[in-house]
């Protein structure tokens, strides 16, 4: 059986190279560094397509919500949308979504469970997770792998089901295009980061109202990327630059050697995910959260060292 799940991989794999020679897409950007290829996968054809295929779908506006961000993601990396129009675009297309679909909303336990307002939470939740999953795709294979150890940590160690159809098929499909990314042959493009963004929210929403997590699971899940945004926004508003404007003060561009600072992110990421595995009960597990912000601020610290 696992063959033919292969096999199928293999086919849209196959069918997202096509598709990336007859749409023409480009690095013109430069997205990575150290790319030195001039064709993309289309990686977000290439998870809508597993997610379409594999997950529980009951309604029509669950598609249309991710083909529709695969869309806007592949007319950004097209025309260089800007980031307000962007986000504007996000948030129709989410907003469309959600009043069709209540079972997406977030409603967080220590808050009041209003329509309107779990409406503006589950917004701001998701176009801040657009932004960060964007902030973060800035070295080749670091979105891609960090999304892989995240969804092995949930799937293996907190889910008490065994795994799922679509959570071993989604594994794989990371792990594949990790590989073809690593090795400069392809690139998530935007379309693949805001998919990749878009199935992750609706990931964690049913994750979240199944209790397999809670916020602080999710908060140390995602601390590098959060605690990392907030210190670029905090630099740029210091120096007085736009707040969604590319530069290169991410901690993953401070290392010179791309392949050391992708290997030191992820030791600390990991050692991270290891002290949650143990301690997320334990004091609510505030310490978690205080171990994530060593483990990011220790990155940080080396990869200033390496560039002294």
């Not at 002290?275 to 994530?292: A, D, Q, T, V, W």
Request: charge should be positive; charged fraction near 15%; proline fraction near 1%.
């Amino acid at each position: 059986m696992l063959s033919i799940y292969l096999f199928e991989l293999i086919i849209y794999i196959s069918l997202s190279f096509f598709l990336s020679f007859i749409f023409k897409l480009n690095d013109k950007k430069k997205i990575s560094n150290n790319s030195n290829l001039n064709v993309f996968l289309i990686g977000g054809f290439l998870f809508s397509l597993v997610f379409i295929r594999y997950f529980d779908i009951k309604d029509i506006y669950l598609i249309f919500f991710i083909l529709s961000f695969m869309v806007l993601g592949y007319l950004d990396d097209k025309f260089d949308i800007k980031v307000i129009i962007r986000f504007i675009f996000a948030f129709i297309i989410f907003y469309f979504f959600i009043i069709n679909n209540h079972n997406y909303l977030i409603k967080l336990y220590f808050l009041p469970d209003n329509y309107i307002f779990n409406i503006i939470i589950s917004s701001i939740i998701f176009l801040g997770f657009l932004h960060m999953s964007n902030m973060t795709d800035g070295r080749n294979g670091l979105l891609s792998t960090n999304y892989l150890i995240v969804y092995l940590f949930i799937f293996l160690f907190l889910e008490n089901e065994p795994i799922s159809k679509f959570e071993i098929i989604f594994l794989i499909s990371l792990i594949i295009f990790t590989i073809i990314n690593l090795f400069n042959i392809s690139f998530l493009g935007n379309s693949g980061v805001m998919v990749l963004a878009s199935i992750s929210y609706i990931l964690f929403t049913s994750l979240y109202a199944s209790h397999v997590t809670n916020t602080i699971d999710i908060l140390c899940l995602f601390s590098f990327q959060i605690l990392d945004g907030l210190r670029v926004s905090f630099l740029r508003i210091k120096n007085n630059k736009n707040l969604f404007k590319k530069d290169l003060l991410h901690v993953h561009y401070n290392f010179e050697n791309w392949l050391k600072g992708y290997f030191v992110y992820f030791v600390f990421f990991i050692l991270n995910l290891v002290f949650l595995y143990f301690f997320r009960n334990f004091s609510s597990g505030y310490f978690c959260l205080i171990f994530s912000t060593m483990c990011y601020l220790l990155v940080l610290l080396i990869s200033k060292k390496k560039n002294t």
